[in-house]
């Protein structure tokens, strides 16, 4: 038998039992139903490679094993999980001439409820199909579960406990995880509060139980959707579901899943797929089981799109403050009618959690339907970085160094980023970085200097400082001999760098390019020293403290006053004003500053969506409140405006007792009604 497959398997076999248990135990997963369900099929796979199969294999177990407190409860008929097919021809091959029932499949928790003398005795989860947990202490708060119903004899229900989309938005504003990080969809959530040990904090979450089937009792009735239909008059609300009169086209298929769908999204119910099963209860019985599933349904799962390719190089290229960025270049693939065949692999650390390296078969997706990212890779193991990091710069050839910095990761936890970094100021990717910041739009703004140009002018040895961009006058007559420059294309440069040098205090600022001041920093800084840079200059030098500036922390306060004591720095920033004539604030752009309000002089900070406003028409609001706009919630935050999907920053100003505002609040109080 082939080792290496046996221990990719055995790897792969543990990698996705601790998804299962993050999935499960801690209602925290770190990768998407996605890539866990396209793993769980490679997994597939290489056991019918080797013919082996684990004893603890997700492919022939259910759930995970529950390590909570909760008292556990034997399942006599185990619950387990449903087979899943991917298209719908699938689903018609498996419906054949049966009569089938289509039905959602809700996103939540499995529960199972026992009646007995027409009283509800226990509720419990599926666990790992044979053991759960008892939940019973918990079905007051949930709603849909009747405590008594008109049937006297056995009745076991199983159904899905489930937070409706609009109310998970809401909640998720409010609460956070195990490990303090918002939820990331409503089944974590619903999971989570369904299991809560204390029967107090699982009221308020606003669950909802829905039945799907009737395990036990109604006998008399030879059908799943009639015995689901009579859960009705007890007191049940029912999943919806179709059944079916004769056998499916395809296209017919497909327009019962469309209508499905649309119903639940009509109706506030959050699903993640469809089930079909036979109806007929005989005929399910005689389908038999795996260790996995029953044989008698199929799931056909909604998810989002991951496409197989292969990595074939890492290609890196030094920015502007040095650090080498990293992307991946792959076999092209087709996603929504485009050809893709790169990806950020945004840095080290990155690279190392996926364990890329050039041959590896990856799973790319377009997040959000535009940004490709590297999802997942296949073939993990003996994973070097040494062996995939660049020792020498690419460009110039200097050796490269890792750097480490606290900050966050995918899912918002805090640890260390590593990054690779050119340390060679003269590295000539690095300058031409620089001087493509300082002619961009939001500094000196000079149209006409593209990427293009100005390497082909720093190559001829005509810039070597901001300043001679300023002096380019001098090469004129051998810039309009060059390829695709003539007469007019100079004439049009020249007066664009003629009119740059008619500037603002927070242009000149951002092309001085000081580590993390952008946009919002400059603007502050505007303020603060009156749109004045000797102002600003004579506080650096005389040790003013950044820190007590809205949103600058000590990182900022400190990369200021690095920058000035380098002398290089200082020297251009002087020079290059002589050039520049640099305009008076003029209160944020031409819009009058009305300070007659309660927001004047205050830090606002906005998260979520303030629909119909932009984040920027939001600030320049803010701007014209004569208030600042903070990006992050500190302690020098006033406000905070909340719209929809907010995010961990409600949390936080909860945390710091900073009062918070619906945008409905805001705009009042702003007098913009
Ligand atoms: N992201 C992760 O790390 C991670 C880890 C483990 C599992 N998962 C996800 O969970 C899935 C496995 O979970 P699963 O075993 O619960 O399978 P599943 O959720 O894919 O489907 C089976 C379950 O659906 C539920 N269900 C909902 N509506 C139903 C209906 N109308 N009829 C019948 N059943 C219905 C039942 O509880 C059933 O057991 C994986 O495919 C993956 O998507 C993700
Ligand atoms: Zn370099």
Not at 477 to 498: T, Y
Request: contains cysteine; negative net charge.
């Amino acid at each position: 038998m082939d080792q290496n497959l046996l221990t990719k398997q055995r790897e792969l076999n543990d990698r996705l039992n601790r998804y299962r248990n993050e999935y499960y135990n801690l209602n925290s997963p770190s990768v998407s139903d996605a890539v866990y369900d396209r793993l769980f099929e490679e997994l597939q796979e290489l056991e019918s490679a080797t013919g082996v199969q684990m004893s603890n294999s997700p492919t022939n177990t259910v759930g995970y094993p529950a390590v909570s407190k909760l008292e556990k409860t034997n399942h006599s008929i185990p619950l387990l999980s449903l087979d899943k097919v991917k298209n719908t021809e699938e689903l018609c091959r498996f419906m054949g001439e049966h009569q089938v029932m289509f039905m959602l499949k809700l996103d939540g928790l499995t529960i199972k409820l026992t009646y007995e003398g027409g009283k509800l005795v226990e509720a419990a989860t599926r666990g790992d199909g044979d053991v759960g947990e008892i939940v019973t202490h918990n079905t007051r708060a949930i709603g849909g579960i009747p405590e008594n119903i008109q049937y006297e004899d056995r009745l076991v229900v199983t159904g899905e406990a489930f937070i409706r989309p609009s109310d998970f938005e809401q909640l998720k504003t409010t609460l956070v995880d195990s490990d303090g990080k918002p939820y990331k969809n409503g089944r974590n959530l619903a999971a989570g509060s369904v299991r809560l040990f204390d029967a107090g904090a699982c009221l308020g979450r606003r669950l909802m139980f829905m039945p799907f089937n009737v395990l036990e009792g109604m006998e008399e009735l030879p059908r799943k959707s009639e015995r689901l239909k009579a859960l009705r008059p007890l007191g049940f609300l029912p999943c919806k579901y179709m059944v079916t009169k004769r056998p499916l086209t395809q296209k017919e298929t497909e327009d019962g899943i469309r209508q499905l769908k649309e119903y639940a999204a009509d109706a506030d119910i959050p699903i993640d797929g469809i089930v079909i099963t036979y109806n007929d209860i005989a005929l399910s019985k005689s389908c038999g089981r795996t260790g996995h599933h029953y044989k008698d349904g199929l799931a056909f799962k909604f998810e989002d799109d991951l496409f197989q390719t292969k990595l074939q190089t890492i290609e890196w290229t030094p920015g502007r403050t040095g650090e080498i960025a990293p992307v991946a270049i792959f076999e092209p693939v087709e996603i929504d009618g485009c050809e893709v065949s790169r990806a950020s692999l945004h840095n080290l650390s990155f690279i190392e959690d996926l364990e890329l390296a050039p041959g590896c078969r990856i799973l790319v997706s377009k997040r959000n339907m535009i940004i490709p990212h590297v999802e997942e890779n296949l073939d993990r193991g003996n994973f070097s970085m040494d062996a995939v990091i660049p020792h020498q710069c690419p460009c110039c050839g200097e050796p490269t160094r890792i750097h480490e910095t606290s900050g966050r990761g995918e899912n918002g936890e805090e640890r260390v980023i590593k990054t690779l970094f050119c340390d060679n100021a003269a590295c000539e990717t690095r300058r031409l970085k620089q001087f493509v910041h300082f002619v961009s739009k939001k500094a000196m703004n000079i149209e006409g200097l593209s990427e293009g140009t100005l390497e082909k002018l720093i190559g001829r040895g005509w810039i070597h400082s901001y300043l001679d961009i300023y002096r380019l006058d001098q090469h004129r007559n051998e810039i309009i001999r060059m390829d695709g420059f003539g007469e007019k294309s100079w004439q049009r440069l020249w007066d664009a760098i003629q009119q740059s040098r008619s500037t603002t205090f927070e242009r000149y600022v951002i092309a001085m390019d000081i580590p993390m001041v952008g946009n919002t920093a400059s603007k502050v800084l505007c303020r603060e020293f009156h749109g004045s840079l000797d102002e600003f200059r004579d506080a650096v030098y005389g040790g003013y403290d950044f820190r007590q500036l809205p949103d600058f922390g000590e990182t900022l306060h400190n990369n200021i006053q690095e920058w000035f004591n380098k002398e290089e720095n200082f020297c251009i920033w002087e020079e290059l004003q002589m050039m520049m004539n640099i305009q008076k604030p003029v209160e944020t752009d031409n819009q009058t500053i009305n300070r007659d309000n309660s927001f004047s002089g205050k830090t606002i900070v906005v998260t979520g969506k303030v629909e119909p406003y932009t984040r920027d028409e939001m600030n320049s609001l803010i701007a014209s409140l004569g208030a600042v706009a903070g990006s992050s919630v500190t302690r020098k935050t006033d406000y905070l405006v909340c719209g929809e999907k907010a995010g961990s920053k409600l949390s936080k100003a909860r945390e710091l007792d900073i009062p918070v505002l619906t945008p409905e609040e805001f705009f009042r109080m702003a007098g913009v009604a």
